[in-house]
């Protein structure tokens, strides 16, 4: 038995002996669980950053302001993954943390009263998630299914105007939102 921080690991039975500190937030589907796939999910140097730390590092280059705010794929990295053929058949395959792909929404109240926004970022959003699947499945079939009729420039100005469409309609409120549990008097995408 090995103590790893916040709770014991047990070689034999190859997990978690307590449950997961920050529960299923860590995209795990077992709360005893390590990793998915230890040999992918290594980073023996502590160098390897987050998606939403590259995304928010391009945002900032293009002049975004960071503090208080998170940074948001208007496409998200699981919708982006699923896609992931889809878009390296266009030419948009490694542009997913790129600044197109990306807003700054605020991240606690503080940040919230000066912004345009009336929702925090700071945990999932699956029901954005399930709608931009929908969007993009569209666009993929057309493109797939299209014989020849829909091409990669087409699609990538189709993805283009989606996500385009996706910063107007989140700052306009046009998305559901559930209140937050860490901040209850705000609400977050839902």
């Known amino acids: ?22 529960g299923l937030a860590g995209g795990n589907p077992t709360l005893y669980g390590y990793v998915h796939d230890p040999l992918a999910w290594m980073d023996p140097f502590g160098l ?3 998606p939403s730390q ?3 590092g391009n945002l900032k280059k293009g002049g975004s302001k960071t503090t208080g705010n998170q940074a948001h794929h208007v496409i998200p990295t699981d919708v982006w993954k699923k896609y992931q053929g889809f878009f390296n058949s266009i030419g948009l395959g490694g542009l997913r943390d790129e600044a197109f792909n990306g807003m700054m929404i605020p991240s606690n109240p503080e940040t919230l009263k ?3 926004f009336d929702f925090i970022h700071n ?3 699956s029901k954005y998630n399930d709608y931009v699947t929908r969007r993009v499945n569209e666009i993929s079939i057309e493109y797939n299914n299209g014989n020849g009729i829909i091409d990669d420039m087409i699609s990538r100005t189709k993805v283009r105007n989606l996500q385009i469409e996706l910063k107007n309609k989140l700052l306009n409120g046009h ?6 549990k860490k901040y209850p008097k705000c609400k977050r995408l839902g």
């Open 48 to 50: 390897s950053r987050a």
């Open 1 to 22: 038995m090995y103590y790893n921080r916040f709770r014991y690991y047990d070689p034999v039975q190859g997990n978690y002996t307590q449950v997961d500190p920050i």
């Open 114 to 116: 000066n912004s345009l």
């Open 54 to 56: 590259v995304l928010a």
């Open 175 to 180: 998305f559901d939102t559930v209140p937050s």
């Open 123 to 125: 945990t999932s959003h």
